[in-house]
């Protein structure tokens, strides 16, 4: 009697430290911050256009292949043994850090508010994160890594063209660890259009590590020449 006792403490314990944690062992995050101009430069954009990088998401993506942790489906992907919160229910929780979101985590484009898009990332990644049942948390730290790890701390925006090597090299000089450069094209020219940084796996996330991948998107290698407009240079 006794011996089962203790086995279902344990198991009671086990199931405590569990519950509201993401079930997949193998993940590390990234955090897509993107330059508002190249984005701007392509699509119907809202205005005033940021003057500094803004978040794109906070991503959970599997170490064996850099692939995103998909999104929770509660037939497909059962990602967690708790129900997350829904996209539906997350604007309440995040109105104390309402403002930080409005600033460094908007919506450019027309077609979306920032709420529809704090909702859609939520749904996409944030419900199969570590943070499924604490979205005020979630985007908090998504929030606090884009502002100690800024990129126009260690990169300047300039006419002339860098390498994609040369922003990569920036970046891994000012944090210590490589990114993954992601580019578009604007009038047949590669532009910057994401720095996204790679973090280890906790709640929250702190410690940087070298991104899997250097070069997506339009970026296919460090010799690619790459435009990094200031502001004041709309393509």
Known sequence: MQRHLLVAAVLATFSLLVSGQNNYPDFFYKLSLQWPPAVCATSQYRTPIPGTFTIHGLW?????????????NPTTNKCTDVKPTAPDQILVSLQPI????????PSLLMKNTNEDFWRLEW?????????????????TSALNLATTNNPLKGLVPRQDLYKAREISEAI???????????????SNTLQLNEIRLCFERAKPPSVLRDCPKRYSNGCSNGNDQVKFPPLTSRV
């Open 123 to 139: 749904e996409r990644h944030g419900m199969c994160s570590d943070y499924l049942d604490d979205p005020s948390s979630y985007f």
């Open 98 to 105: 309402r403002d930080k979101l409005n600033k460094l985590w």
């Open 172 to 186: 891994n000089t000012k944090l210590g660890k490589y990114p993954e450069i992601s580019c578009g094209k604007v």
């Open 60 to 72: 959970p993506q599997f170490v064996k292949d850099d692939r995103p942790v998909p999104p929770y």
